[in-house]
């Protein structure tokens, strides 16, 4: 059974900086891709970045050039390092994996993690 835990989501300030983490823990022969997602209160869920197994990275227009998503096949981990941050940054950041399994690929989600921007 694959399952996904975020780490990193927390309170800072405008302009700080934050990393969150995305492990993947179960049987996992590889992931194929990986994103990061978020949902502020009221709103639909939206793609913030993704990452896939060449290393082509893709970004919302919100978020180019603060914004880095990174991955270690390794540690079937993948990261989202969030600079210059913003009060409109504020949601659950929730990942999303591609994952290939025994027996399939499909893709997995985490429990979302917390983010917020405020002075």
């Known amino acids: 059974q694959v399952q996904l835990v975020e780490s990193g989501g927390g309170l800072v300030q405008p302009g700080g900086s934050l990393r969150l983490s995305c492990a993947a823990s179960?049987?996992?022969?590889?992931?194929?891709?990986g994103g990061w997602y978020r949902q502020a209160p009221g709103k639909q869920r939206d793609m913030v970045a993704s990452?896939?197994?060449?290393?082509?990275?893709t970004y919302a227009d919100s978020v180019k050039g603060r914004f880095t998503i990174s991955r270690d096949n390794a540690k079937n981990t993948v990261y989202l390092q969030m600079n210059s941050l913003k009060p409109e940054d504020t949601a659950v950041y929730f990942c999303?994996?591609?994952?290939?399994?025994?027996?399939?690929?499909?893709?997995?989600w985490g429990q979302g993690t917390q983010v917020t921007v405020s002075s």
């Open positions: 999303n994996a591609w994952i290939r399994t025994v027996g399939t690929s499909r893709g997995y």
């Open positions: 179960g049987t996992i022969f590889s992931i194929i891709a």
């Open positions: 990452i896939h197994s060449g290393g082509t990275t």
